[in-house]
């Protein structure tokens, strides 16, 4: 190994020791500055495809390019030292079959220099999980609501529920057996959530499934508040950063009309004052 070459305080074989014991802190991260603040406090750091609606405003992750889940890894590369980076592979990418799936991971694993994937799906995905992690990709699964089939799931609805909890468990048990590291439960019934994480063998990560999964996921945005209108129920606000800034850049455009900024002390002379501007 090179003696330059960057490794990762935590590994996914790290990650999978943690089964049943100190829960996994995760959160996503799109850009360097916070990602930098994440790292600091999480054992995994996630690029999500939920950057097309955070970031850009698309209507749901279905939009997401490869290109753009590269550039966003890249800059959350930068500001990540000590925790798990994982990016998401987005719709399209990986689906067709495992030749695609190991071609566009290895890409993203090469540009970005992240230490896994993740992908949606559960026994359909088998196949595909299966030949990544034996060619050297370690595969961070999803389960329950996939964001990626919201089209043909009718909207971001609770999966799990009634005669459809064996469905998700047999995609437990399905994901871990074809050797994924991790699985995320996303929007299922905490009954549920709590028997899969007794029975699989890989750690559970949790968003809006139980507080007994191995570990806690949530976008980042969302925790801070950065959204006046969003508020899914799974989602604790530990931040209202949104109506922060609203009422900053609210002070700055009323300074600015009122020429109240900038000040004297913004503005520059004709003279040093004895110190570097």
Same mark, same amino acid.
């Given at each position: ?62 939009? +997401? ?71 050297? @990709? ?11 089939? +919201? ?31 991790? +699985? ?11 028997? @899969? ?19 806690? @996921? ?60």
């Amino acid at each position: 190994m090179s003696a330059n070459a960057r490794v990762p305080a935590l590994t996914p074989p790290d990650v999978l020791a943690r089964k049943g014991g100190e829960p996994l802190v995760c959160l996503t991260a799109y850009t360097t500055p916070l990602a930098r603040i994440v790292d600091r406090h999480c054992d995994i750091v996630l690029v999500g495809d939920s950057v097309g609606m955070v970031l850009h405003g698309l209507p749901s992750t279905v939009g +997401v390019s490869l290109d753009m889940m590269i550039m966003h890894g890249q800059a959350v590369r930068r500001g990540v030292e000590r925790a798990l980076l994982v990016v998401d592979m987005p719709f399209g990418s990986y689906e067709e079959s495992p030749e695609q799936a190991f071609r566009n991971a290895a890409l993203i694993m090469t540009e970005t220099g992240c230490g896994a994937v993740k992908l949606e799906g559960g026994e359909t995905m088998e196949r595909t999980i299966r030949f990544l992690t034996r060619h050297g @990709i370690p595969v961070m699964a999803h389960i329950g609501l996939t964001p990626q089939a +919201v089209n043909t799931l009718g909207g971001y609805k609770v999966q799990g529920r009634g005669d459809d909890a064996f469905h998700i468990q047999r995609d437990a048990e399905a994901v871990a057996e074809a050797g994924a590291f991790s +699985v995320v439960l996303e929007k299922v019934p905490a009954t549920l959530a709590d028997r @899969i994480t007794k029975t699989i063998p890989i750690p559970t990560i949790g968003i809006g499934a139980s507080p007994t999964c191995d570990g806690q @996921i949530l976008v980042a945005d969302d925790m801070l508040g950065m959204f006046a209108t969003f508020r899914p129920k799974f989602v604790k606000r530990f931040a209202e950063l949104g109506d922060a800034a609203d009422a900053a850049i609210a002070s700055y455009a009323r300074e600015v009309r009122s020429r109240e900024f900038p000040g004297d002390v913004h503005v520059f002379t004709d003279r040093k004052q004895g110190k570097a501007e």
